[in-house]
């Protein structure tokens, strides 16, 4: 029998509760401004049944989603699971049937089909609302498309048919100007295929260009950046192969021998265009942000200094090294008039962050001003004998990191909280970057209950406006969207 005593996914505050909610009016400390209309969609995974392998990664675990519901100054709540093929076998088994996260051979002979690895997805990364549509994504599988009103999922979708490769990002990007969204495949042909392919979607849901590239090794390609002429593709460090697979490992280790990477392919461009640049060793996760300067681009992010994840360990045997797993918001620039497959880059905050940056997506693949992230402020005391649950690093703080200025504006939760990925929400009417408000939600480890913070992007040191509160502990977001009323109908 596994033991997960010590397993912080299995126990405290983030210990799986297995329930789907509804939440109608929900409790608010504060006012909620009336003019905030649409829902915050959030996507996490949670247990339902345990880990086969006691060693297996948090993001092996199942899908869930979850809105809070905004209209006229009232919010409600609703949580479910993804019903994705594996969450439906496991559920008439009755039991957990697959193995290590990505690795079909690890899974019990009635559902193991390494030929099909997407079928086997868990879908619990990020949701992406585009042309009217809501859907979650996993890198490894194909969306989900989820009913806006109900959170029922209604299944796979594959654009019609033109979407050709096995796999879809979570972090598609949506063009502000054309209503377009880039997205890519990666591991496109099957476990551990070099193929990646790049999609243009237009603003009304099909697929109109396709490119098929070959990457320079095979490795984790989580997040990708858009400008109005180029797509970005960092990765870096983690590598897998079939017979690492064959062997029943988990899908990823840690090279740090392998150089980082970022792709630059003209979005007008076909695989021959596409240009490798080369960088340290360096995990590279999250984006914020891409713009074109000229002949040059410049991309912000929160890259790690090396692997961020304890559960995929270095390939040489070597423990796993907390001391790197941190990221810092950086400023890369590519001068795509040189020769040479290098970029410059610049770390311009001192201290670590939560590498999940957000901006004003109003501004997606255009200059930016202004990078939010969650960070831990250490001059803010945290009240460790009220929350006695926590386990792990704590994010006390939202930050605006004001990339012209270099100034920083603080929004804190509070002695006992621990913020997730935050989420701006634009002022309706509003056209300024940053106008708007910073959501997200906060771990209340002295109530055991989740509380969704609403602040002022604007005045962030002013504290929240509201706080919605759950009766409970919600499950564990990875990513979230803010979905304006006039784009989605909702209930
Ligand atoms: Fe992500």
Redesign the pocket.
Known sequence: MADFSNDPTRTGFFAPQRFEADVYDCEVIGKVPSDISGAFVRVGGEWFYPPKFEDDAILNSDGYISMFRFRNGRVDYKGRWIRTQRFEKNLAAGRQLYGYYRNPYTDDPEVRDPARPHLRTVSN??PIAHAGKLFSLKEDGLPHRIDPRTLETIGPYDFDGQWKSQTFT??PKIDPVTGEMIALGYQATGLATDDLFVYTIDAAGKVKREVRLKVPYVSVI??MAITQKHVLIPFGGYVTSRERLESGKIHWGWDASKPSYIGVLPRDGDAKDVRWFKGPERCM??VFNAYDDGRKIVLYAPFFESNFFPFFPPIDGSPWDASKARAYVRRITIDLSSRADTWKEEILWPFPVQD?GRVDTRFMSLETRYGFTGYADPERPFDEARAGNVRGRVTNCYGRFDFATGRLSTYFAGPTHSLQECCFVPRKGSREEGDGYLIGVASNFAEMRSELVIADAQRLEEGDIARVILPFRSSAQ??GIWVPEEEMTFA
């Open positions: 990364t990020a979570a972090h989580h997040d996760m999250h999940l990875i990513h």
